[in-house]
């Protein structure tokens, strides 16, 4: 069982940045394919950016693409979401979430484990 927590969230302004993380415990975590998600109240989770287990493939929603950096640090068993140029419609609770394949990594219901999300406002 891997338990995942995000942390970083918090209110930011309109072209502000700010660095999400996600800590994993409990299972093996470099060979877990790491996924970002964002959600609103009364919408779909939204596929963000996602990471393969060697650091060698990364994706991203066309939507943050070129202002969101996924990586992350398999010896400290931690996947980063560096957010810049925010923009009011960036606003969620972002979650990551693990898995152990690649397919059809946009659909959260392939992923098997979440954490409980994190807050992110961008103020206008």
């Known amino acids: 069982q891997v338990q995942l927590v995000e942390s970083g969230g918090g209110v930011v302004q309109t072209g502000g940045s700010l660095r999400l993380s996600c800590a994993a415990s409990g299972g093996t975590f470099r060979t877990y394919f790491m996924g970002w998600f964002r959600q609103v109240p009364g919408k779909e989770r939204e596929f963000v950016a996602a990471i393969s287990w060697n650091v060698g493939s990364t994706y991203y929603a066309d939507s943050v693409k070129g202002r969101f950096t996924i990586s992350r640090d398999n010896a400290e068993n931690t996947v980063y979401l560096r957010m810049s140029s925010l923009k009011p419609e960036d606003t969620a609770v972002y979650s990551c979430?693990?898995?152990?394949?690649?397919?059809?990594?946009?659909?959260?219901?392939?992923?098997?484990?979440w954490g409980q999300g994190t807050q992110v406002t961008v103020s206008s």
């Open positions: 979430a693990a898995r152990s394949s690649t397919y059809r990594y946009t659909e959260p219901g392939n992923y098997d484990y």
